[in-house]
T-cell receptor, first 113, second 112 residues
């Protein structure tokens, strides 16, 4: 079946450091890929998405590029802030599967001042 | 936005529980996910226009209802310790793949 694998955390960074969270997927067909963020005590929020190969999703300084050849969708941010401390989830949807999201295990990021 | 109630709930093994969700206005699709501690959410099922429209790998003791007034329920019978988790509902404009899902804050269920 479909699956998403992301690097385990926690990832601890200093403010203004560069952040990368690796995400790879296994799926037949052409999934859409997503990054969600979960702040403490809150639900999941869509951070960015990409619907086809070579698309780049971006939002709030975060970027991820859909790489079909490496089945990857790594999340990057050039300069993190304390407010970026959260858990980040990579996920996929296949149109044939309706609106069912398949999530990775999540990566906790802690940014220290 | 999407709201869920209650925020927290404590039950004992063998009991039954009902969790509630209020979708974003105008959304006709609601999905439920189970998020165990330290893991990613797992798809339980989806309802579209009040009918089940897809189910994940969960036993029949997990059931749901969707009402015409943008509300929905997740029912779990014969609770087991492993049912302890954060339960998330998400609504979307329609059931088509790729439609953005808007998540509620979740209900934290503890089974003792």
């Amino acid at each position: 079946g479909d699956s998403v694998t992301q690097m385990e955390g926690p990832v601890t960074l200093s403010e203004e450091a560069f952040l990368t969270i690796n995400c790879t997927y296994t799926a037949t067909g052409y999934p859409s890929l997503f990054w969600y963020v979960q702040y403490p005590g809150e639900g999941l929020q869509l951070l960015l998405k990409a619907t086809k190969a070579d698309d780049k999703g971006s939002n709030k300084g975060f970027e991820a590029t859909y790489r079909k050849e490496t089945t990857s969708f790594h999340l990057e941010k050039g300069s993190v802030q304390v407010s970026d401390s959260a858990v980040y989830f990579c996920a996929l949807i296949k149109r044939a599967a309706g609106n069912k999201l398949t999530f990775g295990g999540g990566t906790r990021v802690l940014v220290k001042p | 936005g999407v709201t869920q109630s209650p925020t927290h709930l404590i039950k004992t093994r063998g009991q039954q529980v009902t969790l509630r969700c209020s979708s974003q206005s105008g959304h006709n699709t609601v999905s439920w996910y189970q998020q165990a501690l330290g893991q990613g959410p797992q798809f339980i099922f989806q309802y579209y226009r009040e009918e089940e429209n897809g189910r994940g790998n969960f036993p029949p003791r997990f059931s749901g209802l969707q009402f015409p007034n943008d509300s929905s329920e997740l029912n779990v019978n014969a609770l087991e310790l492993d049912d302890s988790a954060l339960y998330l509902c998400a609504s979307s404009l329609t059931s088509g793949g790729g439609n953005e899902q808007f998540f509620g804050p979740g209900t934290r269920l503890t089974v003792l």
